[in-house]
């Protein structure tokens, strides 16, 4: 059974830092992409972050780059994302997820997700 943690999150005023991090378990970790996406109120969810397996290769939204890193431990069945110079409009809640390719597109692989966690970014 796919088990997906997130935690870290929290308030933050602008400009400042997070780390989020991911806990994974039920399927073999460093087999798959991982990444990060977050859902604002009243918005889509939208991908933010992409690392493929063995962390060679990273991907970020436009909104993103820059600020927010992305790294994943196999050791420990966990991803992270490192954000800088959050913004107010950071503010949402975070998920990760495994991704595939879809026709150039990542999508996200499992249909379950965790709990996610929210981040707030405001004074």
């Known amino acids: 059974q796919v088990q997906l943690v997130e935690s870290g999150g929290g308030l933050v005023q602008p400009g400042g830092s997070l780390r989020l991090s991911c806990a994974a378990s039920?399927?073999?970790?460093?087999?798959?992409?991982m990444s990060w996406y977050r859902q604002a109120p009243g918005k889509e969810r939208e991908l933010v972050a992409v690392i493929i397996t063995a962390g060679a290769t990273t991907k970020y939204a436009d909104s993103v780059k820059g600020r927010f890193t992305i790294s994943r431990d196999d050791a420990k069945n966990t991803v992270y994302l490192q954000m800088s110079s959050l913004k107010p409009e950071d503010t949402a809640v975070y998920y990760c997820?495994?991704?595939?390719?879809?026709?150039?597109?990542?999508?996200?692989?499992?249909?379950?997700w965790g709990q996610g966690t929210q981040v707030t970014v405001s004074s």
């Open positions: 039920g399927f073999t970790f460093s087999n798959y992409n």
């Open positions: 997820n495994a991704v595939r390719r879809v026709k150039g597109d990542y999508v996200h692989h499992f249909a379950s």
